[in-house]
């Protein structure tokens, strides 16, 4: 006999259905409402050796869709970027339905997790590059995984566990970055997955593929060493993702100690976190986002400029699932139920506003990229030699601007030209920054900087293993607003005459 208060499975079905559309179609809009405005990004740092190579060098899949991209789109801007924005719209359908299996609380709580995910700064690089399919597709794969994998342990059916199985092999097997995927499998399991579907022996082939995937990649994992720093050091910009003022950096180089005990503070906190709610789904979340990252990525994460923030994309889901998860605990006080609604509501206009703020800067430095590719192609035919780029800007508030990669390169959007990075320099963040040349020969050069500090814009400098290349850079001088270099080339050398500063 039924309750009058039971709804008809049919019905429940059908709200289900629509409900899902609706939220489907929401993000939709929150990504059109923030990415759009980006659909003109010119190409940026890395691009150019990607795009050079036609995708040669890449990974399965990924380089079928990079070579495919520039058959199909050329020199169309537009084209590129909108497969950023589908493959990035995919992922968060697929963290939607993720989010919800793990947490099994209020249903939009998987769509909070998806568009906190879309508007965090941190993979800026992974949308906004049009090379963004090498970081989006083994993110894309491993997520499907995991998704099938919570589909099948919330309800086992033998076909959910072959696609698991299949998604698991297409994303361990090709990728190092997902080389450590099956420990979340793992956490997944024995945290999440409910007592009665609980299953420690279906884990066996996942573990035997993910095997086989760490001796395919074991040169590259071992290559990397053993560095916690460089392992979890950047988890810090998922929940922080602004980056580091140049001063903290500088402190924390010069004593470690106060990195390591920031992080240990950090620790802390989370620990007090997970011990105070008590819920499994916030310690799986934060567990499994270390566990992704003990494979560092083939790229440093610039603490400044987070350039290498697209290696974070899964580390970033695995976060917002246990935040989200921590925003239903609290919400189980009725007190909290309003405020938590409005605190959300507030967090995600925020990110929506950082991530536009960081695509108005990637747009304006690709149009200084852009102007200095006219300028360079006009020095280059009327020096007829070879050109220095003096300053070759590298970073200004996190978009790569790299001129001198920009003209090296033979792509759709470049031509390659006879040039030498003489001097690789940052963009100061207070955009007063202004650099000067005293003298120029062939034999040296004096340069001067206004409006930065050294270590603020050539970090390099005072890392002996990062020296720029072709050249020796000596500081000479520093005052309270300003420095100067002298420039000089390495023996048997001599400077370009022609100088190609940026417009």
């Keep these: 006999m039924h309750n009058a208060n039971d709804k008809p499975p049919l019905l429940a079905e059908l709200r289900l259905k629509y409900r899902n559309r609706f939220d489907a179609a929401a993000m939709l809009i929150y990504l059109c409402l923030v990415y759009l405005w980006a659909l003109r990004v010119y190409p940026l740092g890395r691009d150019y050796a990607i795009l050079a190579g036609a995708g040669e060098g890449l990974p399965f899949l990924v380089r079928g869709l990079v070579a495919w991209e520039i058959r199909t789109f050329a020199d169309s801007l537009v084209g590129y970027h909108l497969v950023n924005m589908a493959l990035l719209y995919a992922s968060m359908l697929l963290i939607y339905a993720f989010t919800n299996y793990a947490v099994k609380g209020l249903w939009w709580m998987g769509t909070l997790a998806a568009t906190l995910f879309m508007a965090n700064p941190v993979h800026t690089e992974a949308v906004l590059n049009l090379s963004g399919p090498v970081d989006l597709i083994p993110f894309l794969l491993a997520l499907a995984a995991l998704t099938a994998y919570a589909s099948h342990a919330y309800e086992p059916e033998p076909w959910k566990f072959v696609l698991a199985l299949i998604l698991f092999a297409f994303a361990a097997l090709p990728y190092a970055a997902n080389a450590y995927l099956i420990l979340v499998l793992v956490l997944y399991e024995f945290l999440i997955t409910d007592f009665e579907n609980r299953n420690a022996s279906r884990l066996l082939p996942f573990a035997l593929i993910a095997l086989i995937g760490l001796v395919r990649h074991w040169g590259t994992l071992a290559a990397c060493g053993f560095s916690p720093a460089r392992m979890f050091g950047p988890l810090y910009f998922v929940f922080y993702p ?262």
């Design 242 to 503: 602004i980056g580091f003022l140049p001063e903290t950096v500088e402190r924390f180089q010069a004593h470690p100690s106060f990195a390591w005990a920031a992080a240990a503070c950090v620790v802390f906190i989370l620990f007090l976190i997970v011990r105070k709610a008590r819920v499994n789904v916030i310690l799986f979340g934060l567990l499994a986002m270390a566990a992704v990252r003990l494979y560092p990525g083939a790229r440093p994460v610039d603490p400044v400029h987070l350039v290498g923030g697209g290696q974070l994309l899964l580390a970033n889901v695995l976060f917002n699932v246990a935040l989200v998860g921590l925003f239903l605990r609290i919400m189980t006080n009725v007190r909290w139920r309003v405020p938590m609604i409005g605190f959300t509501t507030a967090l995600a206009v925020a990110f929506f506003a950082m991530q536009i703020r960081e695509n108005c800067i990637w747009h304006a430095a690709g149009r200084e990229v852009r102007a200095f590719q006219r300028q360079a192609a006009e020095s280059a035919r009327a020096a007829g030699r070879p050109l220095a780029v003096c300053p070759d800007y590298a970073y200004r508030l996190g978009a790569p601007l790299c001129l001198s990669e920009s003209i090296r390169y033979d792509t759709p959007f470049s031509s390659p030209l006879p040039a030498v990075s003489i001097l690789p320099i940052h963009k100061a963040k207070s955009g007063d920054m202004d650099v000067w040349i005293d003298e120029w020969t062939g034999a040296s050069a004096t340069v001067t900087v206004t409006g930065a500090r050294p270590r603020e814009v050539m970090p390099w400098l005072f890392r002996p293993a990062a020296p720029p290349p072709a050249v020796s850079v000596e500081l000479i001088e520093v005052t309270a607003d300003s420095f100067t270099l002298r420039i000089t080339p390495n023996p048997g050398d001599t400077l370009p005459r022609t100088v190609v500063p940026p417009p």
